[in-house]
């Protein structure tokens, strides 16, 4: 029992871990006593975390492999891969530019499936590995304007249950982690704004936005032993967003 929630010793890759969410997971599993590699495009704020790091654009085919092979060389296997790369651009529908369409689908789609795909060859060769991808509340329910970025982390629960079903047999575990409204870089001016944070506040059944520290205990479940038995699922963790509502109906008591 004691093991069972443990990732000591276990060598995790954070793609997309030097700023935001990712940061906070890898740090959180370096203090648990994980060996953990963050990689992502820029050197200098990899190189501010303190951990050990690759530099790694997971639209470049070529990069990934390379980045994949360096941390087998350097750490002997891959236990855990956190998926977490992604970005995100707001714009209408009806007009949305090709290029940033493109550029959404390159990093959240393609990049996140070829870093799964690079690092599961090895997990499935070594006979076990745990893949947690990153996705959003958009996997789940859309919101007006963010269409692009929704259709990217649908794309992240479809390739969520079919790597599940196919390295199952492998004993490799691929799971997902839904976030609710994370303050981050990627969103800090949008939650300063104080009728977004009155309309975020009063939606979500927790009454507030969620911090990447909130991630942290879904992050090390799928990553330890005590989930071996779980995988294909995408988990939600956003202060009940995704569930439903709170109203101003008073309820007798
Ligand atoms: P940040 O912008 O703070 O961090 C994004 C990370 O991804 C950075 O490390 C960045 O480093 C890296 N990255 C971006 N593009 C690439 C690329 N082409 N190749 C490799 N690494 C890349 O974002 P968050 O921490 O907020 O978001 C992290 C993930 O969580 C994303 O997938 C996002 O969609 C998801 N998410 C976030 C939510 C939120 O509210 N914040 C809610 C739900 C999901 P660099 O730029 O140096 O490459």
New binding site residues.
């Given amino acids: 029992m004691s093991d069972l929630f443990s990732v000591k010793d276990k060598v995790v890759h954070v793609?997309?871990?030097?700023?935001?969410?990712?940061?906070a997971i890898a740090e959180a599993f370096a203090a648990a006593g994980a060996r953990v590699v963050v990689?992502?495009?820029?050197e200098e704020?990899l190189r501010a975390t303190g951990l050990a790091y690759e530099v790694?654009?997971?639209?470049d085919a070529a990069a990934v492999e390379r980045c994949a092979a360096s941390i087998e060389q350097r750490f002997g296997r891959i236990d855990v891969l956190f998926n977490?790369?992604?970005?995100?651009f707001r714009h209408a529908a009806e007009t949305f530019p090709p290029d940033r369409l493109q550029a959404i689908l390159d990093?959240?789609v393609k990049?996140n499936y070829m870093m799964a795909s690079a690092c599961g060859r090895r997990m499935v060769a070594q006979g076990h590995g745990k893949v947690v991808n990153?996705?959003?509340?958009h996997t789940l329910q859309s919101l007006a304007g963010v269409s692009a970025y929704g259709m990217s982390?649908g794309a992240i629960g479809s390739m969520t249950r079919a790597l599940a079903v196919e390295w199952a047999a492998h004993n490799v575990q691929v799971n997902a982690i839904a976030?609710?409204?994370?303050v981050?870089?990627?969103?800090r001016k949008l939650w300063d704004d104080p009728k977004m944070r009155g309309w975020v506040e009063a939606r979500t059944p927790s009454h507030r936005l969620?911090r990447?520290s909130d991630l942290i205990g879904i992050s090390i479940f799928l990553a330890s032993s005590a989930s071996d038995f779980v995988t294909g699922q995408v988990i939600a963790a956003d202060g009940g967003f995704t569930s439903g509502s709170t109203w101003p109906l008073e309820v007798p008591r």
């Fill in positions: 793609s997309g871990g030097s700023r935001g969410i990712g940061r990689s992502a495009r820029e704020s790694c654009d997971v639209t977490v790369a992604g970005i995100n990093v959240n990049g990153i996705a959003s509340l982390k976030p609710g409204f994370i981050t870089d990627l969103n969620g990447p």
